[in-house]
DNA sequence: GCATCATTTCTCCAATTCCCGAAGTATCGT
DNA sequence: ACGATACTTCGGGAATTGGAGAAATGATGC
């Protein structure tokens, strides 16, 4: 594990991000696959994907194929730089990161196959509430940016 | 001190920059001014001020101001994210980060006065040897970029 | 083989970053 | 008051980033 100057800026620019540190956040808890990523933080699929490609070059997650899904996860402790557990820790007291954390218990409730199937629509899985979360209307995106 | 996604991503997007990131080591041993650290880093005084400021923002630095100089140093550990000396720590096996430390020991037995009376130059000082750090050349600084 | 679905890669555009030199500010010494 | 000096802010140009949709890839099931 080679700790160098523009490797670990590297790390840190790719963690510096809000929603690749969402994604770290969410994935802390254990992995997940993209569907379930891309559904939980409401993101286009070709967004989250490049954001874990990011990550993955960085050496923060890797990724595990199965079937028609990939799999990503934290890199195990053993290569992960010492600080990141230190980061993602606190974060737990982010509301956002809490609310994460409330949907992707049931979420992995769901097998992933049922959850394909409803479409990856939270709404429709009684995961999120009245709010119609619907496909990331355009309103809805604009403001985020 | 808040920990939230977009504060947390926004210190490190900040940190995660190879310049920011040696400014940050050089400080971790210690304040020291603009002027000292500009002549370390071999950058225009504007764009290690800048850095500066950036950090200063993202409250991982503090500037004190005495005279014409201006000394930055790390926020104290109180106000400190956890993780930052968990970054900072195993920089100091970075060869770039060694030899920053050992010039900064030369450095700082220099009196602030005398080291601008001399230009700021590392090498007239005796702190770099042969090689002519000479004002910042063209050809010097197209490399690094 | 072929359609389908999850994911990745490509193409494009807008926005941001990075760095410098120039111009502006503030402080010191005279 | 004046010039010199340490630093900051401004202006601008090259490079990078972020994000979306479209097209490509790869696995599944019929």
């Known amino acids: 594990m080679p700790v160098s100057i523009p490797a670990t800026a590297a790390q840190l620019k790719v963690l510096g991000h809000p929603v690749r540190l969402r994604l770290l956040a969410a ?7 993209v569907c379930q990523l891309t559904a939980l933080l409401d993101l286009a699929t070709s967004t989250a994907s490049e954001h874990l490609a990011e990550l993955r070059a960085a050496g923060l997650v890797t990724e595990r194929k199965e079937g028609r899904w990939v799999h990503y996860r934290l890199v195990d402790p053993a290569a992960r730089p010492k600080w ?3 980061v993602l820790a606190p974060l737990a007291r982010d509301p956002q990161v809490a ?11 769901i097998p992933l196959e049922e959850f394909c ?4 629509d939270l709404g429709r899985l009684g995961i999120v509430k009245p709010a119609r979360r619907t496909p990331r209307s355009a309103a809805a995106r604009r403001v985020t940016r």
């Not at 199937?117 to 990856?120: H, L």
Request: hydrophobic fraction near 40%; charge should be positive.
């Open 84 to 86: 990141l557990d230190e």
């Open 99 to 109: 609310e994460d954390r409330r949907r992707l218990r049931a979420l992995r409730a």
């Open 117 to 120: 199937r409803a479409d990856r």
């Open 27 to 33: 994935l802390a808890a254990g992995e997940l696959c």
